[in-house]
């Protein structure tokens, strides 16, 4: 069984820095990529940043330079450093695994609370 369990999120004051770390188990299959996702309250889920298999990296609208996508293929772990963060970035973070076969297969994690907030 499939499994993505996330943790490192929690309340951080506007300018603060939190990171976010998820680890995949139970799937041995080839992974295309890893990403993170985040869902504010009334608003859909929007890409935060995604790793694929040789290190390409992409980032979501506002978050460049700011956050950081990192990936430790041995541990099949994939981590998200946020740095000096607002309160704009207040959302539910959800890890997200993309399988390249068969193709279109991806799972979620459980999702992890950030607030930012003074």
């Known amino acids: 069984q499939v499994q993505l369990v996330e943790s490192g999120g929690g309340l951080v004051q506007p300018g603060g820095s939190l990171g976010l770390s998820c680890t995949l188990s139970g799937s041995s299959a080839e992974i295309r990529r890893m990403a993170w996702y985040r869902q504010a309250p009334g608003k859909t889920r929007t890409l935060v940043a995604s790793m694929g298999n040789y290190g390409t990296t992409f980032y979501g609208d506002g978050v460049q330079g700011r956050f950081t996508i990192t990936r430790d293929n041995a541990k099949n772990t994939v981590s998200l450093q946020m740095n000096n963060l607002t309160p704009e970035d207040t959302a539910v973070y959800y890890c997200?695994?993309?399988?390249?076969?068969?193709?279109?297969?991806?799972?979620w994690g459980q999702g992890t609370q950030v607030t930012v907030s003074s």
């Open positions: 997200n695994v993309a399988f390249r076969n068969p193709p279109g297969s991806e799972y």
